[in-house]
């Protein structure tokens, strides 16, 4: 499961804005590896390098040093609409002089498609696959006075997901769709001001947090100062997964460090799904905090029994078939000594279509793991995402095909326990109401559409792709 993007945006006239850009994409990395971008603008124009490839692929001191300006926007992209291709890198550019933007979007709009034809037929050329060019090229489309006028035209006509950082001449904004269901928070550096999706950003390049982005809010900063245009919002709809799984755990997200919350979720599994065993784990790295969890609240001891290859997956070299096979052979390597005849609880964030825990539970066994108990922090998923999560069709989600013991069979454990959607919220600690968990109810926060789609799933068999006239990727 791979979230959408990383988005930064930084106004500092004293500073060199496209390094600390970098260097603020760098702590973002783990929202998308495929592609990274930095636009500037030094008051007369906008420059952009974008290129496939991690940060510290996509630049080097040469391409850093010809992004001169005095504020800059950054994207790590992993493309959820759109192909993984050159022209789908961002920032994107659009219109031209005085009129021209940038873009960097996280998130997923939903009726894009019918956007692209509207605009098109307005005679605005698309040079990419991307929702973003649909977002850029609507604000330019809007009649209205001003940018802040003209973004928020748009906000009114996008359906979706969209933490945005955009750039024009000489004006940083920060922009976060009604619902908020991806990220954005607000910083301050020596004086100056910076905008990114997660607040590990701002700690990296030394920052502070000043507060989050709200939901619906437009944020303009530049040299008369920083303006919040805000409007009245209905239901808020923040990505739970962001709490189990996307964000950083040494990322805040509406007051919240995400590492004692994963630990939380983790004690809430001990406490739901209690079970004798000789040594708990969680799998590394995005489970490593709910296994500490488990551990303490168990009273069970904690143990490393898998060690990860944290580059894998990283890289744009294909593995040949024989690779591939290897499976997560690639990505985790057991440790026999520590596993051998041991009854194991294995806590992780999420199972999804029930590919990889197979392998896992088989890979322990192997390693002389004599019981396999799976504890995942996650309900279960039984609803595809429409908001930038590469997840899978609702016929690919295991749980939406399978009972609870079904999936146990499947994945091989001896038992398997989900956090109920209670416990997550306690863990948590923030209301039920102000998050999306859609993927886990079916109750998506979008109305018109989605009711529409809800309803075609509901009547369609579970083993079909749905038509939800959204393709998913
Ligand atoms: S459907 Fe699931 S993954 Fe998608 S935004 Fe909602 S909670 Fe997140």
Redesign the pocket.
């Known amino acids: 499961m791979h979230e959408s993007c990383g988005v930064f945006g930084v106004y500092a006239p004293d500073e060199d804005v496209a390094r600390l850009t970098f260097f603020a994409l760098f702590a973002l990395q783990h929202r998308g590896q495929e592609s990274a971008g930095i636009a500037t603008t030094d008051g007369k124009g906008l420059q952009v390098h974008a290129k496939m490839g991690l940060v510290s692929q996509a630049f080097n001191e040469d391409s850093l040093s010809k992004l001169s300006g005095n504020i800059a926007i950054g994207h790590n992209r992993y493309s959820t609409r759109g192909s993984s291709r050159v022209a789908n890198v961002q920032p994107i550019v659009v219109g031209e002089g005085s009129d021209s933007l940038a873009v960097a979007h996280n998130g997923n709009i939903i009726n894009a498609e019918h956007l692209y034809e509207e605009l098109s037929e307005q005679g605005y050329v698309f040079h990419t696959s991307t929702d973003t060019e649909a977002i850029a090229n609507l604000i330019l489309s809007s009649t209205e006075k001003g940018w802040v006028n003209r973004i928020r035209y748009a906000m009114h006509r996008l359906q979706g997901?969209y933490s945005l950082t955009l750039l024009t001449k000489d004006t940083l904004f920060g922009v976060r769709d009604p619902l908020g269901?991806r990220p954005l928070c607000l910083g301050a550096i020596n004086g100056n001001w910076v905008i990114a999706s997660e607040s590990c950003a701002l700690d990296h390049i030394g920052a502070t947090f000043v507060r989050e982005i709200e939901p619906g809010e437009i944020v303009a900063i530049n040299g008369d100062g920083i303006n919040s245009y805000r409007e009245e919002v209905g239901r808020r709809?923040l990505?739970?997964?962001e709490y189990i799984y996307f964000a950083r755990p040494d990322s805040v997200i509406n007051g919240k460090l995400l590492y004692p919350v994963r630990q939380a979720m983790g004690a809430g599994l001990s406490d739901e799904h209690p079970v004798d065993a000789d040594l708990v784990m969680g799998v590394p790295d995005s489970a490593t905090a709910a296994g500490i969890g488990y551990s303490h609240q168990s009273g069970i001891p904690l143990g490393e029994g898998l060690l990860k290859n944290r580059y894998v997956g990283r890289t744009f070299i294909e593995p040949d078939q024989r690779i591939r096979d290897l499976g997560v052979k690639l990505k985790f390597n057991p440790l026999p000594q520590m596993l051998d005849g041991k009854r194991l609880v294995v806590v992780d964030d999420s199972i999804v279509r029930g590919t990889t825990t197979p392998q896992v539970v088989k890979m322990l066994r192997r390693a002389g793991v004599s019981e396999v108990h799976m504890r995942i922090c996650a309900p279960p998923i039984r609803?595809p995402?429409?908001?930038?999560?590469d997840?899978a069709t609702r016929g690919e989600l295991i749980a939406a095909r399978k009972t609870i013991s079904e999936v146990r069979d499947f994945i091989g454990a001896d038992s398997l326990g989900y956090l109920s959607i209670d416990g997550l919220i306690k863990a948590i600690g923030l209301p039920k109401d102000s998050?999306?968990?859609?993927?886990?109810t079916g109750d998506?926060p979008v109305p018109v559409q989605l009711e529409m789609d809800k309803l075609a799933m509901e009547t369609a068999p579970v083993t079909q792709q749905v038509p939800f006239g959204v393709k998913q990727r």
């Open positions: 997901a269901v709809a990505c739970i997964f609803y995402c429409f908001f930038g999560v997840m998050f999306c968990m859609a993927c886990f998506y």
